[in-house]
Nanobody
Framework: QVQLVESGGGLVQAGGSLRLSCAAS????????WGWYRQAPGKPRELVAT???????NYADSVKGRFAIFRDNDKNTVYLRMNNLKPEDTAVYYC???????WGQGTQVTVSS
């Protein structure tokens, strides 16, 4: 069982910033595409951003220009930098790796207006 540990969530005012982190075991980190998903109450889990082993990134339209995903292969960690947060970004954020079958416990992000 792969263990994923997300951290960095919290309560922030609209316009603020947060950085989420997800640590994983070395054996599975380098060779995989990683992603951040989020799930708001009453809504399905949605893809926020992905990053390939080579560093190519992809973002949901709703976060383009505000969020940035990056990875540190030496630390086996993937990050999500979130700027200009909006109330609609409120959700539990999860990290995973393709094919998206392993999940951490998630970290709560709450953005107040």
């Amino acid at each position: 069982q792969v263990q994923l540990v997300e951290s960095g969530g919290g309560l922030v005012q609209a316009g603020g910033s947060l950085r989420l982190s997800c640590a994983a075991s070395r054996s599975i980190f380098r060779a995989n595409t990683w992603g951040w998903y989020r799930q708001a109450p009453g809504k399905p889990r949605e893809l926020v951003a992905t990053i390939t082993p080579g560093g190519s990134t992809n973002y949901a339209d709703s976060v383009k220009g505000r969020f940035a995903i990056f990875r540190d292969n030496d630390k086996n960690t993937v990050y999500l930098r979130m700027n200009n947060l909006k109330p609609e970004d409120t959700a539990v954020y999860y990290c995973s790796f393709y094919p998206w079958k392993n999940w951490g416990q998630g970290t709560q992000v709450t953005v107040s207006s």
